[in-house]
């Protein structure tokens, strides 16, 4: 007979590590190509215009622009990437061909 009681064991004894699931970008937000706008399981939301899905479901821009999210019928989330013509200038901020870098600050001294 055993001097010690043995041990009991738990069934529930367990948890997972999160998957980080969920919409990444959000409506009127503007994207790069190639950013990831939803990580999803299963087609919660739909890709619709210069939106791409990957082997995961993960929904990805495949054009700059601004994100929208749309119905289509009644229950299917479309999300769509509206085009833009330069993310730059629709935030307020000049883009890098129209601001002055030290390579202007150089030649503008030394003449």
């Known amino acids: 007979m055993a001097h010690k009681k043995g041990q009991g064991s738990v069934r529930n004894g367990r948890d997972s590590v999160s998957k980080r699931l969920g919409v990444k970008c959000f409506g009127g937000e503007l994207v790069s190509a190639g950013s990831i706008l939803v990580r999803q399981r299963g ?3 739909v890709a619709g215009q210069n939106v791409g899905t990957g082997r995961d479901w993960t929904l990805f821009a495949l054009a700059d622009g601004k994100v929208a999210f749309d119905k289509d019928s009644r229950r299917i989330n ?5 085009p833009v013509a330069s993310p730059g200038q629709e935030s307020g901020t000049p883009s890098k061909a129209a601001r002055p870098g030290k390579a202007d ?4 001294a030394s003449t």
């Open 105 to 108: 600050e150089a030649s503008a």
């Open 43 to 45: 087609t919660k939301f």
């Open 78 to 82: 479309v999300l769509s990437v509206a």
